[in-house]
């Protein structure tokens, strides 16, 4: 049996954050507890929202105490700060992070058994629905608003955690690519290949099926298409990256990741290094290492890609070609993928502990251990 879980209503396009003021009135919701993070309150991105609040004489309260790699602490602070201010429903304004804030406070609120935040790793027994949430994603990469995952940094003892959890979904997702516009090109391109690795990653795991193989072969053919244009800031690959991300991860958020994603939890916790870099550092590496247990999806993937001649190419030809188009996307979009100067060998053995110990890890297609994630990482150093 597999199950399929999404938002219960997504809006799609340019002005889609039209339909927050009319899903909070229809629902019911009187006060927002708005979660967004400091850079996006200070350039005004999170004011495209509160305006329409305000005109509608909505009442909210404002949480900006979220780090690009949201920590215990954070969490914390966000569950009391939204007892104090009495809302019922959570609007999170951000990427992953506020998005991954959000789900924690929310679960936690309804689920106050959980305060301590670290027993909400893995799958987390919880009983109630968080907090409903309407999430605003302001960049296309993390697909946080369609996804029941959400990573938390522990920061006293160096490491993310991966909480999985039907219960934290956001009932509503606004994907407006006006909220993405903003994005300088660097982010864009990270978290666009972030966004590949979700289609990729999700594409092989152990758990893909049909229903969720639909779903990433269109995230890569789009992704593909669109992210070049993105980093550009062309209204065409702001929108195609808008819809692909979010296509994407209503796939992987039902079927799993792999070691790509746990190796690059890892370097977030270690180094603080943006996640949707450290995706896309590691994807062309863990591809090739990926490449003898994937079947015929290379081939697919690289058809997604753009690749020509795939069908008459051998199958060592077709899994040399995805990983190559993977690897001149990353480089047309300024992504270096290496490690060089960013990791240090002093830690590689600890850090691949880690990523052996992330839950992303087993559903990776090979079967790995310790060794090969050492070897995987110092190969980029």
């Known amino acids: 049996m597999n199950r399929f879980v999404l938002n219960e209503t997504s809006y799609h396009g340019k002005g889609?954050?039209?339909?927050i003021v009319p899903e909070m009135k229809n629902r019911g919701f009187k006060k927002a507890f708005v979660a967004s993070d400091p850079d996006l309150v200070r350039f005004g991105v999170s004011k495209k929202v509160t305006d329409l609040l305000d005109?509608?004489?909505?009442?909210?309260?404002?949480?900006?105490?979220i780090k690009p790699n949201p920590t215990i602490e954070n969490v914390q602070n966000g569950v009391k700060a939204f007892r104090d201010a009495k809302a019922d429903c959570i609007v999170a304004i951000g990427g992953g992070s506020s998005m991954d804030t959000s789900k924690a406070i929310g679960i936690i609120i309804t689920n106050p058994e959980f305060e301590?935040?670290?027993?909400?790793?893995?799958?987390?027994?919880?009983?109630?629905?968080?907090?409903?949430?309407?999430?605003?994603?302001?960049?296309?990469?993390?697909a946080a608003e369609v996804t029941i995952n959400y990573v938390i940094t522990d920061v006293e003892k160096k490491r993310k955690f991966v909480c999985v959890d039907v219960h934290d979904i956001p009932v509503v997702a606004v994907v407006d690519p006006d909220m993405m516009a903003t994005m300088p090109k660097g982010l864009t391109a990270a978290t666009g290949m972030d966004a590949l690795t979700h289609a990729i990653e999700g594409y092989i795991t152990k758990g893909a099926w049909e229903l969720s193989d639909m779903f990433h072969l269109k995230a890569i053919e789009v992704i593909s298409r669109s992210l070049r244009g993105a980093v550009n800031n062309t209204d065409e690959g702001r929108e195609g990256m808008a819809l692909g991300q979010y296509i994407a991860g209503m796939g992987f958020s039902n079927v799993g990741l792999?070691?790509?994603?746990?190796?690059?939890?890892?370097?977030?916790?270690?180094?603080?290094?943006?996640?949707?870099?450290?995706?896309?550092t590691l994807l062309p590496t863990v591809m090739a290492y990926n490449a003898d247990y994937t079947g015929e999806k290379y081939r697919e993937i690289a058809r997604a890609m753009g690749v020509k001649g795939v069908d008459s190419m051998t199958q060592a030809e077709y899994?040399?070609?995805?990983?190559?188009?993977?690897s001149q996307l990353a480089n047309d979009v300024g992504i270096v993928c290496s490690l060089?100067?960013?990791?240090?060998?002093?830690?590689?053995?600890?850090?691949?502990?880690?990523?052996?110990?992330?839950?992303?890890?087993?559903?990776?297609?090979?079967?790995?251990?310790?060794?090969?994630?050492?070897?995987?990482y110092r190969s980029l150093m």
Not at 16 to 19: C, D, E, P, T
Not at 352 to 359: E, T, V
Not at 362 to 371: A, F, K, L, M, Q
């Open 258 to 280: 792999g070691v790509d994603h746990s190796m690059a939890h890892t370097l977030s916790a270690y180094y603080d290094m943006p996640h949707g870099k450290a995706c896309a």
């Open 319 to 326: 899994r040399k070609a995805a990983c190559d188009a993977v």
């Open 55 to 65: 005109e509608a004489g909505i009442e909210y309260s404002l949480y900006s105490d």
């Open 340 to 376: 060089k100067g960013v990791a240090k060998e002093e830690d590689v053995h600890q850090m691949s502990l880690d990523a052996y110990a992330d839950a992303c890890r087993p559903g990776n297609p090979r079967e790995t251990s310790v060794e090969d994630i050492e070897a995987l």
């Open 16 to 19: 889609a954050i039209s339909s």
């Open 116 to 142: 301590d935040v670290r027993s909400l790793e893995g799958v987390a027994p919880t009983k109630n629905p968080c907090v409903p949430i309407i999430a605003v994603p302001t960049t296309a990469g993390t």
